[in-house]
């Protein structure tokens, strides 16, 4: 796998505060240990929250698994009005690597709106589900926004949206709600893998397969784009070092295969070792 420059740079700044780990331990071979956080039967370790209803309510049975599959459907829908879904692994992460494998299918449900259409995403570094309003549309989050093509047009994935947060491009703090990646347009029905090493409140990833298509740093709380939110956890200029990651429902049936996570944290301070752990993740689960 080839890092992206400002990958290495992050690896640099983690060397240089690293407290003396031996050649030993460096050396020694560490099996990559994933965490599957959907286990391909049920939805036990995950919380669900829609807007308009209660945390923990599945309203009309909107995330559902059938056929080893994470789906989310709205077969009982008789309108979207804006019913925007999350669903929530039970344990927050501050440093990992995060592999979702997704794909897009069938209609997308009545009044759903048109930027909608294929639209789905991963939240990182998410508030706790718990703190949500009832009427919150989406988690203060970092979105990483999966689009799917609509066979003609270029369309990417893998893009960030920042619903009531921020982050910094290019040592510019970055304040408009959403960016496009550089990533190719996936059409049709296929399966897309998407990856994401997000080291803390430093340096995030977006990656399909392995190519990185975008990087950002210091993600932290501010912005807009979150209505109505708690004043009490929305904290302008607060640095996110961690956070929940959940899966959207907005308006378009989407199916997820896969949900695996690295915990990347034991290696905060010895990047040698968070780059071997991270190229053997790659060499060995990526799509082909």
Request: proline share 5%; with cysteine.
């Amino acid at each position: 796998m080839k890092y992206p420059a400002i990958f290495a740079l992050s690896l640099f700044a983690l060397t240089s505060c690293q407290k003396g780990s031996s050649t030993e331990e460096t050396a020694d071979s560490t099996p990559v240990e994933w965490i599957q956080l959907f286990n391909g039967k049920d939805m036990d370790d995950w919380k669900i929250k829609i807007r308009t209803h209660e945390l923990g309510d599945n309203y009309a049975n909107t995330f559902r698994v059938e056929d080893g599959m994470m789906q989310v459907r709205y077969d009982g829908y008789e309108a979207f009005d804006q019913q925007y879904g999350h669903i929530f692994y039970k344990d927050p992460f501050s440093y990992y690597l995060l592999q979702v494998e997704y794909r897009f299918t069938g209609e997308q449900a009545p009044e759903g709106e048109g930027w909608a259409w294929r639209n789905s995403g991963a939240m990182l570094h998410s508030q706790d589900p718990k703190t949500m309003l009832k009427d919150q549309n989406f988690p203060i989050s970092v979105e990483a926004q999966f689009l799917g093509g609509n066979g003609t047009d270029k369309r990417s994935t893998c893009n960030l949206c920042t619903p009531g947060t921020n982050v910094v491009l290019a040592d510019t703090l970055f304040t408009p709600h959403c960016i496009n990646s550089s990533s190719e347009t996936y059409h049709g029905d296929q399966w897309v893998q998407a990856n994401f090493i997000v080291l803390g409140d430093e340096v995030i990833h977006h990656l399909v397969g392995t190519d990185t298509v975008f990087s950002y740093n210091q993600p932290q709380i501010g912005g807009g784009s979150v209505d109505p939110y708690d004043e009490k956890v929305k904290i302008d200029g607060k640095l996110l070092d961690s956070g929940y990651i959940s899966l959207q429902s907005e308006s378009h049936p989407v199916d997820f295969r896969k949900v695996a996570l690295i915990d990347l944290s034991p290696y905060k301070n010895d990047p040698a070792k968070m780059k071997e752990i991270v190229d053997e993740a790659f060499a060995t689960t990526v799509m082909k």
